[in-house]
C-alpha cells in the first residue's frame, strides 16, 4: 500500500488549499458582515465573487466522476466543466474545504448540488442536463434533494409516504418532506422529489425520483428548521408541503420504480465527501485548541502543560489520521471496485468522521472555556452542523447495523470449530511452538 500522493493529487489538494489560504480565508471577516446584514435569506456578494474567481483559475466542480467512470445509465452525449477528479484525489481537495464553512461552495462543490449535479450526469436524460445540470455546473442555481419526511422513520427510505400519482402526461404529487437543506436559498431552482408512484411493486421498486422545479404551484414552505438555533442562512433546512403538485411525466429521471436505486448511488458518495470535509472540520478544531492552550496559563502554567491536555491532543491527532486513512482506503475502493463493494468501508467511515470530529469539537469548546460555548471561535456552530452528520445520509445506527450484517456474514457459524468447542478444548489449534518472533508476518 503506497501511503504517498501521486503527482496529481497533490497537484489539485495544493491549488485548493492555496486558494482558501489566499483568497478564503481573508474573506471570512467579509462573509460574516455580509451575512449579518439585510434579510436573512439572500445572495452573499463575496461568495459570487470568488465564485467566479475560482473558476476562472479552474478550480471548479472537482467532484463531478471521470468521464468514463462506467456508470452512465442513460447513453446521451453531454459534456461538462470539471477536471473529472478520482474520489480519492478529490478526499484531499475535500479535507481543504471543510476547513472554512462556504469554501466548497466557491468551488461549486457543495452539497446538496454534489450529489443532485451526479444524480443527473448519471442518470439524466439530456434533454434533463441542458435544463438542469448545466446551469448547476455554472453555479448559476441551486438545488434540493427532498426524501426525508416528518411522520415516517425515513432511516428506512422504503417508509415514505409521499404519493406521485399518474394522471395522463402529468404525475400528481402529495405529501410532505423536511430537512430539505438549500431551499431557503434564493437561487434553489429544482429539486429532486423521492416520493411511491406504485405501492403495489415490491418493496425497492415502489419509489420513483421526479423533478419538480420549485415555483410548481402546490410547493408551499411550511417554516425554517434550525439547528441547535443556528439557521444556516441562506442555505437553511425547510419543512415543505407537495400539495396537488403537477409535473410531466418526462420529469422522472431513469424511470418508474428506479428511485431507491437512484438513492443508493447518490447517497455513496454523498456520505463519504461529508466525511472528507469533517477531517478538514477536526484539523480546524485542533489547530484552535493547540493554540488557545498555549495562549493561557492556569494554575501557574500554561494550560496545554496540565497532563490531561497532553492527552486529550495526542488522542486527536492519533483519532484524525486515522479517521483520514479509512476515508482515503473507502475513496479508493470506491475507484478501483465500485461503490457496492465498498458499503462496508462507506458505512464505516460515516460513522466514524462525525464522531471523531464532534470529541474533538468538544474539547476545542472545553479548552476555550466560556468563548467556546459562543460564537467568537466557530466552534458552537461547527459542533451543531457535525451533531447533524451522525443523522443525515442515514443515522449512525443503520451504518453499524450494515457493517455488523457484513462482518457476521463473514463468520457463519457452521464455519470451523463452535464456541464452545473451542472454549471446552475441543477445538483444534495451530501448533506454534517452533515459530518464532523473526517468522511472523501480517497480510491483509
Given amino acids: 500500500m503506497d501511503f504517498e500522493p501521486t503527482e496529481r493529487q497533490q497537484y489539485w489538494r495544493d491549488r485548493v488549499k492555496g486558494f482558501i489560504d489566499s483568497d478564503i480565508r481573508p474573506a471570512v471577516d467579509t462573509y460574516k458582515a455580509q451575512d449579518a446584514e439585510g434579510d436573512r435569506w439572500k445572495v452573499i456578494q463575496v461568495v459570487e465573487d470568488l465564485k467566479a474567481k475560482a473558476r476562472g483559475q479552474g478550480i471548479w466542480n472537482l467532484f463531478m466522476p471521470p468521464r468514463n467512470d462506467g456508470h452512465h445509465h442513460v447513453e446521451e452525449s453531454f459534456e461538462f466543466e470539471g477536471p473529472g477528479l478520482t474520489n480519492l484525489e478529490y478526499a484531499l481537495c475535500a479535507e481543504e474545504m471543510g476547513r472554512i464553512g462556504f469554501a466548497s461552495e466557491v468551488f461549486n462543490c457543495s452539497a446538496p448540488d454534489t450529489g443532485n449535479m451526479e444524480v443527473f450526469h448519471r442518470y439524466g436524460t439530456l434533454a434533463q442536463k441542458e435544463e438542469w445540470l448545466t446551469p448547476l455546473m455554472n453555479g448559476e442555481v441551486r438545488s434540493a434533494f427532498l426524501m426525508t419526511e416528518p411522520n415516517t422513520a425515513s432511516s428506512d427510505a422504503t417508509n415514505i409516504e409521499t404519493k406521485m400519482v399518474r394522471d395522463g402526461d402529468h404525475y400528481v404529487i402529495n405529501g410532505r418532506k423536511w430537512w430539505s437543506s438549500g431551499l431557503g436559498d434564493p437561487r434553489c431552482k429544482v429539486a429532486i422529489v423521492m416520493g411511491k408512484t406504485n405501492t403495489e411493486a415490491q418493496r425497492h421498486a415502489q419509489q420513483s425520483q421526479v423533478l419538480v422545479p420549485i415555483d410548481t404551484p ?227
Avoid at 422522472?252 to 472528507?276: D, K, S, T
Avoid at 464522531?355 to 472545553?366: F, S, V
Avoid at 452542523?385 to 456474514?409: C, F, K, N, W, Y
Wanted: net charge neutral; with cysteine; aromatic share 4%.
Fill in 218 to 444: 402546490g410547493v408551499n414552505i411550511i417554516r425554517h428548521l434550525p439547528v441547535f438555533g443556528y439557521d444556516d442562512a441562506p442555505h437553511g433546512h425547510m419543512e415543505v408541503e407537495l400539495k396537488d403538485v403537477r409535473v410531466p411525466v418526462e420529469n422522472v429521471l431513469l424511470g418508474e420504480g428506479r428511485g431507491f436505486e437512484i438513492a443508493q448511488g447518490r447517497l455513496g458518495p454523498g456520505r463519504i465527501h461529508h466525511c472528507m470535509r469533517t477531517i478538514g472540520v477536526a484539523e480546524e478544531a485542533l489547530e484552535k485548541m493547540c493554540k488557545r492552550l498555549q495562549e493561557r496559563e492556569a494554575f501557574g502554567k500554561p494550560i496545554y502543560k496540565h497532563s490531561v491536555w497532553e492527552e486529550r491532543i495526542a488522542r486527536a491527532r492519533i483519532d484524525i489520521d486515522m479517521t483520514r486513512l479509512l476515508c482515503l482506503k473507502a475513496a479508493d475502493m470506491m475507484d478501483k471496485v465500485g461503490n457496492k463493494s465498498a458499503k462496508q468501508e462507506i458505512a464505516m467511515i460515516k460513522v466514524q468522521a462525525p464522531n471523531m470530529a464532534l470529541r474533538i469539537i468538544d474539547d476545542a469548546i472545553q479548552a476555550h472555556g466560556g468563548g467556546g460555548v459562543s460564537e467568537d471561535y466557530g466552534l458552537a456552530s461547527a459542533y451543531a452542523h457535525q451533531r447533524t452528520l451522525r443523522l443525515a445520509d442515514g443515522p449512525d445506527e443503520v451504518h453499524a447495523r450494515s457493517i455488523a450484517r457484513m462482518e457476521l456474514g463473514k463468520h457463519p457459524p457452521q464455519a470451523g470449530p463452535t464456541a464452545n468447542a473451542l472454549r471446552d478444548g475441543a477445538g483444534s489449534a495451530p501448533d506454534t511452538s517452533s515459530i518464532s518472533s523473526g517468522d511472523m508476518a501480517v497480510t491483509r
